[in-house]
């Protein structure tokens, strides 16, 4: 069986920065070992399946090891294969069916913005090894699917070289790292290395945690943020009551298909 397969980088206005994503268009659903088969194949943060459904599609996502229940660049990555490579230039917007329901992308320009859940950090009990994981003593952590450490600086976020086999065996999907930032309201970093992404270079989901909380911080809706992986990404947020908007560029890396047995 012959599949189109796109790479796109998301969250970045030029070619070798933001997150890299796999996009697989299926006419019909593959078995989902064979799904999470590719996408380890592929070895990026993640691969993305979308499939016609209704009026719109189902998308559905996986890093190298388990399927998500929500990813962004990936999100965006697929929108911009419909947008750019398949549907058309006249389309400015498309839904999708997913396991967190419906989320929107819609275009003006180059820029693709989420329509997403916000899911606000609240206090939580904390990993007992978490800090150590890290290295450097945080203000305050966080969290709701994922732990949020907040630090002071930029500069603290930036210089952190966290011991990842740690990480690994916390009990939150994966660690967010935040600041305020230098030219920025907020920057951060994503690691989620027991599910095969040691460091995200930038993450969409990330900033449905990130958004509502510096946002209730700096006391404004709207805000620039930047994920300072080595890679790197500019993200425009949005708070929207229970929703976050979630805004960024896209470039086409590759495409051509891939062959998996039928």
């Known amino acids: ?39 380890a194949e592929n070895n990026l943060a993640e691969t993305a399946f979308f499939a016609p459904e209704g009026t719109g599609y189902r998308l559905r996502w996986f890093t190298p090891t388990i399927e998500m229940d929500l990813c962004g660049h990936a999100t965006l990555a697929s929108a911009y294969v419909l947008m750019n490579c398949l549907d058309g230039a006249d389309v400015r ?14 275009r003006e320009g180059d820029l693709y913005s989420l329509d997403f859940p916000s899911r606000p950090p609240e206090r939580c009990e904390v990993h007992p090894r978490l800090i150590d994981a890290l290295g450097t003593a945080p203000l305050e952590i966080l969290a709701a699917r994922d732990y949020m450490v907040v630090y002071r600086t930029e500069d603290e976020v930036r210089s952190l070289q966290p011991n990842l086999q740690a990480l690994a065996s916390m009990d939150r999907f994966a660690v967010i790292v935040t600041a305020p930032g230098n030219d920025y309201d907020f920057v951060s970093r994503f690691f989620a290395p027991a599910h095969g992404v040691p460091e995200d270079p930038v993450t969409g989901s990330a900033h449905c945690t990130l958004i509502p909380y510096w946002s209730r911080r700096l006391g404004k809706t709207e805000l620039r943020a930047y994920q300072a992986s080595r890679r790197g990404g500019e993200v425009f947020c949005e708070l929207r009551g229970d929703r976050v908007r979630i805004s960024g560029k896209g470039v086409l890396y590759l495409q051509g298909f891939i062959d998996v047995p039928a």
């Open 93 to 106: 917007s498309v839904a999708f069916e997913t396991a967190s329901g419906t989320l929107t992308v819609t």
């Open 1 to 39: 069986m012959r599949i189109p397969m796109f790479q796109v980088d998301a969250f970045a206005g030029r070619l070798f920065s933001g997150n890299p994503a796999a996009i697989c268009s299926l006419e019909n659903w593959l078995p989902a070992e064979t799904m999470q088969a590719i996408a």
